[in-house]
């Protein structure tokens, strides 16, 4: 493995958003690569292109050495002393959620007129979800997620064969990729979880019952690709678990689980309908080797996890990502009609742009073919329909005009999508 890996897409987002008026906030899941990006990548990027260093001031408020600086009575009036001229100041801040007040203080930054601001968090809730709203319209965000695929094989010393065998199983955690053994990636994916993301999500929602967050982990990291909502997630608990825990307190814990990264809500959308479908839903891992942690590697069905790397890759490339649901009627047996429903593993959207994805492993049959684009050939729109699978040897079109293409060509490749 070689150390530097280059995180070029998510540099292009942070240069195309200079000196916009706006505070750009980098975030995504802890240990993803948000400090790296912002603190070596991007610093280097302002250097070369002439930035002087004086210019370039950091902060990361999860430091000890920065303690002090969480108060925003010392950290605002320190800010405004590093502007000593007219030339323009880019400030990189990490963890922002740490300092107190940290909306108005950046705010108060931004309006300076020679101030860019640049920060990252690793949590929804304080970053709200919707951060435009929460900084009355100046917040500019850049979502990062751990490495994709692509960038996974940059610096892989491998066929892309083995690199997907070991992408699925260890995910793309930067820590964990550049570890030398798989006993060191096991080890640093256990202690990520028990050090940083559980106990984070414990400390900031104050949760009692730590036991039962995280037997509701283990559940979810069991049915990736599964259709559930809190009141199936309640069932299995009491079944299994022999636990008094209630729908409504399942409900809280995905989202902690949602504000912390770790896990991302694909919704149904009724496509003949035109509208979303409450529940159930499904609920996908941002990285594929911390749900596998939370199962000890037992039950890495390739199935699921090829259609969770799909999905995250998708939400990469920037597309919001729906599951397709298609009601039909059609003749039964005895020659009533009979009505049935029809799944589309995603709907993705972006701009103008809409395509609809099967995730299908081994198609190894014309029947397992059949079956697979059955939903597609009930859509009555226009837009393209892929199958993905591990098999295809080339991309090629159906007599349908359905796009089929490998896993791999798909991860590598983003402008395959249009071809």
């Given amino acids: 493995m070689e150390n530097e890996i280059k995180r070029d897409y998510y540099l292009d987002q942070l240069i195309k958003r200079k000196n916009n008026g706006l505070i750009k906030i980098v975030t995504g899941i802890r240990r993803c690569g948000k400090s790296y990006l912002l603190r070596t990548i991007f610093k280097n990027h302002l250097i070369e292109s002439g930035v002087d260093e004086g210019h370039i001031i950091e902060m990361a408020f999860d430091l000890y050495d920065n303690i002090e600086y969480k108060d925003p009575k010392v950290f605002y009036p320190w800010a405004k002393e590093q502007i000593k001229d007219e030339g323009t100041y880019y400030f990189l801040l990490d963890e922002v959620q740490l300092l107190d007040e940290f909306v108005s203080v950046l705010n108060g930054l931004a ?5 860019d601001v640049f920060v990252t968090g690793s949590n929804a809730k304080f970053l709200s979800r919707d951060i435009a709203t929460e900084f009355g319209g100046r917040g500019d965000e850049v979502h990062m997620y751990p490495l994709s695929f692509s960038e996974f094989m940059s610096v892989y010393d491998g066929n892309r064969y083995d690199g997907w065998n070991e992408y699925i199983t260890y995910g793309g955690i930067p820590l964990v990729v550049l570890a030398e053994t798989e006993e060191q990636k096991m080890a640093i994916l256990d202690n990520l979880f028990k050090e940083t993301y559980i106990s984070d999500i414990v400390k900031r929602n104050k949760i009692r019952n730590v036991g039962e967050m995280e037997a509701l982990l283990d559940i979810l990291s069991s049915a990736i690709g599964d259709l559930t909502n809190p009141n199936k997630l309640h069932k299995t608990f009491k079944s299994v678990n022999r636990s008094k825990i209630t729908a409504t307190t399942i409900t809280k814990y995905i989202e902690y689980l949602e504000d912390a990264f770790l896990i991302e809500e694909a919704v149904r959308y009724d496509i003949k309908g035109k509208s979303y479908i ?5 609920y996908y891992f941002m990285d594929m080797g911390l749900r596998n942690a939370r199962i000890n590697y037992r039950q890495i069905e390739i199935t699921h996890s090829m259609e969770n790397v799909i999905y995250n890759e998708l939400r990469m490339r920037g597309f919001s990502v729906d599951v397709g649901n298609l009601t039909i009627v059609e003749n039964g047996k005895d020659g009533k009609a009979v009505k049935k429903q029809l799944e589309v593993d995603f709907i993705c959207n972006k701009g103008s742009k809409k395509y609809y994805i099967q995730s299908a492993y081994q198609l190894g049959t014309e029947e397992k ?31 349908e005009g359905i796009l089929m293409m490998n896993v791999y060509d798909f991860l590598l490749n983003p402008e395959l999508m249009d071809l």
Avoid at 278 to 282: A, D, E, F, I, R
Avoid at 375 to 398: A, E, G, H
């Fill in 111 to 115: 309006d300076q007129k020679n101030c």
């Fill in 369 to 399: 073919l059949a079956q697979e684009i059955r939903p597609f050939l009930k859509i009555n729109d226009s837009f393209k329909k892929i199958v993905i699978t591990s098999d295809t040897p080339k991309p090629c079109y159906t007599d």
């Fill in 278 to 282: 409450g529940t159930p839903l499904k």
